[in-house]
């Protein structure tokens, strides 16, 4: 009697992995035209060096995704247009950025605005001592420097040290490190909806409410330039995001600059040991005001299935990046690799029943905000959990964004009903490299929107390559980083796994709904 089940369950995970077969002529087809005739780095060319950064509702960012939009329409897609998701902010761009220390001797600087913070005054290069602040509160602050530093170059004491590193900026992952993935067990869910349960403890929130009030203190005390220590890189790396706000009536009205480390602490160290030390500089920004909209970048191959049409299979990545480079890792690599699964799919000639959309998002840098947006206008909001009627029509969502590195294999959120037809797809791939199906978990990308409203939603895994030592938020996230062969590998792997959802008889399996996480749920991917 006991045999029963067990039969049943063989019988369902045969028909499973039937389900999933892959088609070895169709395969061939995506090798070929994703391997030998592949347009990816003209796409990235076009989305780095030719638009230059792409900070959401910037100058570049609308130059890349207008050039995105009007190039999907050459490769045959349909729809093409960029979709509004909602209310971002306003838009900036960094206009120029000259800073050098003039005594005790000259040397040029290695620095870039913080994005959404201002000008140094006036149309001419000013030039200032640097005066440096070394405070424990704000009690201090004030005391010491109160009506002191108008007009000023100004920095804030670091007690940093710069170590060598003695490992390779580059790496790929280890075989080890695969089966390790391959054989993890389901993540334990957390608490609050998703969100880490993290507390501060009391030097930190000290640290966070003394940068607060410094920045009141500037805001009141009007610098003319603001110096801010790169804490993380070296080398000449920058890791540069925000400094300012996007919000539509914030007050950026300072000049805020990241230096290299190497340049700070020279120059702090001089100050310090009782050095006149002057600087001239020139920083100029320009805020975008007039359109506070986000748009994502949006096209179609449609389905050929009578039955089928109507249901959807979406990949995408995130097109905006920050401004101190070109942000070709990250992520117009993403966004390079799925343009081409789309001109893949079309020049191949292959008919997908179901339609293929991909999404190009904004908003992604400052929290998934181009891709949650979409979500709760199509799907559902995870405040409430009230499904759409498109919810339903929707197989899966394929990601990109963990740099050039080339796939490994695939993360399956949690969802193990899943596992079976991923591995059966990644087959004909195990010769490039890609052999590992993880049960595990990613975060900090777009596939978390969907995923977050109970819509499969699916990252790749991908060797890392130089995207947390070298070039992820940083001046060094040039097009000459990025990997062509990567690329193109991971271009034909998604092709397969997006033309495969889209004839597949049944939709991609789904996890349980999840809960609804109320209107002061948070971010909560």
Partial sequence: MRKQPILLAALCMACSVAFAQTDDA?????KTEGLSNSKVMDIAFHLTDVSGPRLTNSPGYFRAANWAKDELTKMGMVNAALE????FGVGWEQNRCYIAMTAPYYTPIVAIPRAWTGSTPGKKIMSSEVIVINVKDSAELYQKYAGKVKGKIIMVYAADTLHPSFTPDGQRYADSSLEKMANAKPDAPRGGGGQRNFTPNEAMRQRQTLARQMGDFYKNEKPALVLSLNARGNDGTLFVQNGGSY???????????????????????????????????????????????????VAEIPGTDPVLK???VMLG?????????????DNAAGSAVMMEVMRIIKATGLQPKRTIRIALWSGEEEGLLGSRGYVKTHFADPADMVLKPEHAKVSAYYNLDNGTGKIRGIYLQGNEGARSIFEEWLKPFHDLGATTVTISNTGGTDHQSFDGVGIPGFQFIQDA????TRTHHTNMDTYDHLVPEDLKQAATIIASFVYNTAQRTEKIPRKELPKPRGANGGRGF
């Fill in 317 to 329: 990545g995130h097109l905006d990046s920050w401004h101190g480079a070109t942000g070709a890792t």
């Fill in 26 to 30: 169709v395969v061939s087809k995506i």
């Fill in 84 to 87: 509004p998701w909602g209310d």
């Fill in 310 to 312: 109507d249901e959807i």
């Fill in 465 to 468: 390559i130089e995207y947390d």
């Fill in 247 to 297: 919000a539509k009536d914030a007050e950026n009205n300072y000049a805020w600059v990241m230096l290299s480390s190497d340049d700070y602490l020279r120059v702090q160290r001089l100050v310090m040991s009782g050095q006149k030390v002057e600087m001239e500089a020139d920083v100029k920004t320009k805020f975008y005001p007039d359109d506070i909209k986000g748009y994502n970048v």
